[in-house]
Structure formats: structure tokens, C-alpha cells
């Protein structure tokens, strides 16, 4: 027996190493595998896939083809799949063929799709949420199907790059909303399914291109059938409500009614245009004594009161993950809005004001003259040399930080006060300070640094702020000691939730909106409490928009330019600072391995994985948090860290999302409270070095 082991084990170990040896799959295609198992819940249906390693093109595992060492087909078709598709899909480079079409995969669809597709199929499930943005850029795309799922919202105008798309399914959704004008780009586009769906508007944009099928039936569509669409071989256009009037001349745009080749003469033309503005004109004040009374304007849309709404309108409100990392039935459940109780922050926002004019994000939000939602705070004109004493001569020993036009020093008092003093450097000044300088900076709320001073003098331009003793958010994570005390978990969402009730109050309280440009943990001040004030708020007219301002990891992905700020744009650095909160990491660090370095670049993908969101909390946490609690805080920030603006939610959205944060916090406290009361004075000895904020 022993002489047959000692024969077997050596030809064991050969023939394991000869199997390592021989095996052909990519690596990061084999992880990519792996992680789209385990989101799947590791379906037993699936012959050869593993949760881990394992040799995807060497074990012909079901579904897989390869070229090579490269995966380069999907095929999971019909197999009744569940869960989702996983986070890191963007990783199998060479797959052109993805094909998960009827099974009962749900979630959004990942935005961290195969990125050179040419054939794209993810129909008959139930995904939810929009269509991902990172379809925009396959380029070698040539069929995309995502029927008969329960996709909603608008299309973005994400289809000018796709020029090789013959065929485009999207029946079958609730998708709303006008078709995007890149449609008309879609040059090779033979075949489009739109049925039963919400679109609205016409389908004029459809007239540029050289179709041989259209099903546009039962939608919201208005107008006429262009001339040119109903040459289209296979044509269905019923249930949805066109005009029964006569078409206009070429029949391809909407206009007025002719019922011959003559047109009206010039006389006639002028007395219609006065004609029409005149009316225009009292419907406008019609309509603006209306809006003024009932309706708010938050983030360059109207929001309407209660009676205004004449239909049943619903809204999906951020979606949180179970254990399993499945969204939550219950909470991604369509919510009557007139049923609705509203926070009350979201009541504060001011009516509509009085001037006309119409402003686009970033002018309505970056203007310097503007009226605050507040009373002008009642603050002391200090002299410069009251502050140069206070300071010593602003020395060095009493620098507090810099920040991006300015250095901020703490100021001493014979009376034991202590302030904090914003020196302004005015070669770094975009605009200038004097002029309605205080209406700018002042700003009231709890969570936003408190103004209590300034000086302009000739040279010389300060800002006084109450000290926080514990200085920034950003230091107490970061350029902690051995003497430090970790935050807990429920004081990190507290302050996450403070911080983003000051955003909220910028973006949607104050009238009109303002763009904060400088939202990170440096600029996040901890008081005695450890409640956050949110300072540098109303200076961002002042000070060039750079890549540098913020410093490296923070910059949404749009930021690469002055015009390009706006409110989602702060949206994004927030959620940033979350992922300090969470990970307790810097947003880059070069001592990082490369692929880890950019905070946003090396969390975002794991997100929505429950065992990696366990590996990426902070160890300072020690795994003391509710489990709950931590998904839904990493389902806000995949929120909020969105390659594209337009799907980053409001900051009234992420306040509601953290306060159920804090919830779901208090009631874990709650229960573990109770649980380990008779345990607890045992323990208390085997902590008594170690504590917790």
C-alpha cells in the first residue's frame, strides 16, 4: 500500500502542475467569470463555472468560447439565471458576443459592461432603472436588444458613436420622454422596436435614416407619420394618439395647416405672429402668477404642489441590497407621490423669483449677486491688525490648513476666545471680493461653518470663522496618531448626513441655487461633537475652476473645464467623502498599489459586492456596524459616483437615503443593546484601552 502511494502522489502533484501549466484563460477574464457566478447566486445550472479560479477556456465551461487565451462569447440565454450580472464585466476586453436574454437576472443593468461589443441581448428579464450610459462607446456595436424588461426614465442622447447598430430593440419597457436626436445618427440602423413603451413627442428624427422595419405602437407619440416612414417595408405605428388634422407641406416637421399650395400672404402672416404674441403674452403672466404661488424651482426643473399633478405620478427612490446584495423588493417599490410625506427640508425651497429670465445650470447657480434664502447673519468688521495680533503675524505655528485661495490660521484672544482666519490670497481671486461681499458668504445652517467676521482693507481681504477643536474631517481620518480614537460607524453617517444636509441647503434651499465646487474632507470641520460644518461655501465664484482645486480624486469626470460644474458635480465629490467614511482611505494615495491609488476607480466596481464591501471597510471599525446600514450607504454612493451627471441623484434624495442610514444604525444599536446587556460589564474590561467616538 505504501509502495502504491508513493507512485500515486508524485503523479498527483505532475498532474497538477501539468494542469496549472495548461491553463489558457486571461486572468482577468477568469475574475470577471468568477464574480459573475457568485452575483448570479451561483446557479448549479452552470456546468464547469466556479466562484473562484478555475480555467473558463481550458474546462469549456457552459456558455463560454474563447479565442486563444481570451474569452470572447457569452451564451447564458434561457437558462433561468437570477441575482444580478456582477460588477466587473468591463473586464473581458475581448468579448464581442453577450448574450443573458430571457432568465430572471433584475437590478440595473451594470454600467461596467464587455466595452467592445458588437452583439448585445439582455431581453426577457427584469432589469430596472435606465439604459447604461457605457453603451454609448461601444462603437463596434451592431445589434442591441433589451426588450421586455422594466426599464424606465428617459433616453440620454447617447447614440451618436454607434454607427455600425443595424438592429435597435427596446419594446416592450416603460421608457419616456422624446427620441434622443442622436437617433438620426444611427446610419446603419435597418431595424427599430420602440412598442409599448411612454415615448412622447414625434418621431420626425426617425425620417434621417434608412429603415426597413419600425414598430413605434402604443406609445405617447403625437404629430404626424412623415411621408418619408411610411415607405418603410414593415410598418406598425397603431395605439398611439396621432393628429387627425391635415399634415403640413412635406409632411416631416409639425406646423400650421394648408389646405392648398398657396400660402397666406405677408399682411396675413404679420397679423397672425402679433396675434400669437399677444396671447403668449397673457398666458405668461397667467401662468407666472400661477407657478409663483404653488410651485418651487429646485435644480433647474419646476416642482409642482400636490393639486397640480393632473396624473398618478410615481418616482423609484434609491434602491438598497439585502444581504445577498439583491435590491430590496420593498424599498425599490414605486411610491405615490400624493401619498407621499415629504421631508422638510424639501418644503423650505423658495418660490420662483420674480425676473423672467431663464438661466441654464451653471448661470443660475454661479451668479454673485444673488439674494439668499436666509436674513443677512449680523457679523463683525475686524481690522487687519486686530487679526494680524490674533494670528502672530499669521505665523506658521499657527496654520491650520490651505486651502485653494488661501490659507487659514487659528486666532488667540486675551479672553481664552478662539477663531478661525482665512487669509485670501488675491493673485489666486477669479473675481473680485468687495463687491456684495458679505451677501455671497453669508450663509446660515447648522451644518455649514459659521461666519463671524471679515476685513477688507486696501491689500488685504479675511474671513472669520468659528474654530472647530477638531479640525477637518480629512485630518481625523487620514493624519491620525496612536493616539487617535477611530469614528464609529453611526457617527460616520451622522456626519455623512449633516454634510449632505448642507449640499442639500445649497443646491435646493437657497435661491437660486449654488454650486459649492470645493466639497471634500479637507473642507469638512468636526466641532467638539464631531458634527460637521461644511466651510469655503459661496466662495466658488471667486476662484478659477481647475483640476487642482479640489485635488486629485475628487473631480467629477465632466470637471475638466470652468463651464463644465454643476450641482451633480458636487454630487459626485460627496460621494467621494462617503467613500472616505467607508473605506477610510485617502481619495489618492501613491503609496497605493497602481490599481488602488484613485479611491472611486479601485471601490466603485465592489460596491454592490457584499463580501468585498466587508473586505473594504474601514479596520478601524473593527466589524462593529450593521451590515444593513453598510450596503445601504454603499448603494448611495454608487449613486452618487456616476460617470454621468444626468443619473447622480438630487442631494434631498441622499439626505432621505442616509437618514434611513442612521435608522437602520439606531436600530441595530437597539437590538445589539439588548442582546449583550448581561455580557457587557465582562467585556468592558477587555476594552478599556480601545475607544470609540
Known sequence: MARILSWLLPSFLLSSLLCAALAKTDQPDVSALNVMYRSMNSPSQLSGWQSSGGDPCGQSWQGIECSGSSVTEINLSGLGLSGSMGYQLSSLTSVTHFDMSK???????PYQLPPNLNYLNLAGNAFTGGVPYSISQMTDLEYLNLAQNQLSGQLSDMFGKLQKLSELDLSVNRISGNLPQSFGSLSSLKTLHLENNQFTGSINVLTKLSLEELDVQNNQFSGWIPNKLKKVKELKTGGNPWSSKNAPPGNTTEGNVRENGSGPSGAVIAVIVIALLVTAMVVLV???RRISSSSKYVDGKFHYSDDQLSQNRSFTPLVSHDLKGEPNPVESASIDLKSLQLPSSIALKHSLPESPKSFNENEFANGINVKRSTEPLVVRNYSFTDLQAATGSFNSSRLLGEGSIGRVYKAKYADGKILAVKKIDSTELFGSLSKDFMEVVSLHHPNIAELVGYCVEPGQQLLVYEFQRNGSLY??????????????WDTRVRIALGTARAVEFLHEVCSPSTIHKNIKSANILLDAELNPHLSDCGLAAFYQDTSENLGPGYNAPECTKRTAYT????????????LELLTGRKPYDSSKPRPEQILVRWAAPQLHDIDALAQMADPGLRGLYPPKSLSRFADVIALCVRPEPEFRPLMSEVVQALVQCTQRTRMSNRIGRT??????????????DYHYY
Open 103 to 109: 432568465n430572471n437576472l433584475q437590478g440595473d443593468i
Open 286 to 288: 397667467l401662468v407666472k
Open 567 to 578: 450641482l451633480k458635480s458636487d454630487v459626485y465629490s460627496f460621494g467621494v467623502v462617503m
Open 475 to 488: 485630518d481625523f481620518l487620514h493624519l491620525s496618531d496612536e493616539y487617535s480614537r477611530p469614528l464609529t
Open 675 to 688: 442582546l449583550s446587556s448581561a455580557s457587557r460589564r465582562s467585556d468592558r474590561s477587555d476594552d478599556s
